[in-house]
T-cell receptor, first 119, second 111 residues
Framework: GAVVSQHPSRVICKSGTSVKIECRSL??????MFWYRQFPKKSLMLMAT?????????EQGVEKDKFLINHASLTLSTLTVTSAHPEDSSFYIC???????????????FGPGTRLLVL | GIQVEQSPPDLILQEGANSTLRCNFS?????LQWFHQNPWGQLINLFY???GTKQNGRLSATTVATERYSLLYISSSQTTDSGVYFC?????????????FGIGTKLQVIP
């Protein structure tokens, strides 16, 4: 099946630094990528949707200057948490989706997630 | 605001048993998805189902949009079905489209 990788899988950083998380679709081209956030023992939140070559669409309440998303190619999207603070500590998950024939939405494939701890 | 409620919050099943998970939502939806997150955190999209019924192997889902609920059926459960099942809806909210997740149903299938 389709594979989506994330790097790094875990990262610990100091408050005030920036952290970049990469999401790659390894064996397919992703026209759309999604970034989610999951708090400990809590539900998921969609942060933003990005289409290759265009600006990400952020969900209401998500700071676009805080969480920079770049979808530079059909196989790579990056999420940069700028000036990270302890409250940014979370599990960040990306997913990638293709469009099938006739523009029919294909299924989403998820990365394994990145655990971020900001000290 | 938008409300998405899932029930039950926790469920323990004997392997081979069937179960029904429910997702209630507070307004009309543009889309509804069911996800499974395994105990190691890996997510899988199960269904896009804003309305109607879909089946995929032992899983099926039905959304009755007019009554604002969706059901996920798991038949002949297996230990690999363990994990958390989330539903998520996309709705119009104050001029925006917003995706809201339920808090999930944690399923444990025991041998």
């Amino acid at each position: 099946g389709a594979v989506v990788s994330q790097h790094p899988s875990r990262v610990i950083c100091k408050s005030g630094t920036s952290v970049k998380i990469e999401c790659r679709s390894l064996d397919f081209q992703a026209t759309t990528m999604f970034w989610y956030r999951q708090f400990p023992k809590k539900s998921l939140m969609l942060m933003a949707t990005s289409n290759e070559g265009s600006k990400a669409t952020y969900e209401q309440g998500v700071e676009k200057d805080k969480f920079l998303i770049n979808h530079a190619s059909l196989t790579l999207s990056t999420l940069t948490v700028t000036s990270a603070h302890p409250e940014d500590s979370s599990f960040y998950i990306c997913s990638a989706r293709t469009l099938g024939a006739g523009g029919v939405r294909e299924t989403q494939y998820f990365g394994p997630g990145t655990r971020l701890l900001v000290l | 605001g938008i409300q998405v409620e899932q029930s039950p919050p926790d469920l323990i099943l004997q392997e081979g048993a069937n179960s029904t998970l429910r997702c209630n939502f507070s307004d009309s939806v543009n889309n509804l998805q069911w996800f499974h997150q395994n105990p190691w955190g890996q997510l899988i999209n199960l269904f896009y189902i804003p309305s109607g019924t879909k089946q995929n192997g032992r899983l099926s889902a039905t959304t009755v949009a007019t009554e604002r609920y969706s059901l996920l059926y798991i038949s002949s459960s297996q230990t690999t079905d363990s994990g958390v099942y989330f539903c998520a809806v996309r709705m119009n909210s104050g001029g925006y489209q917003k995706v809201t997740f339920g808090i999930g149903t944690k399923l444990q299938v025991i041998p």
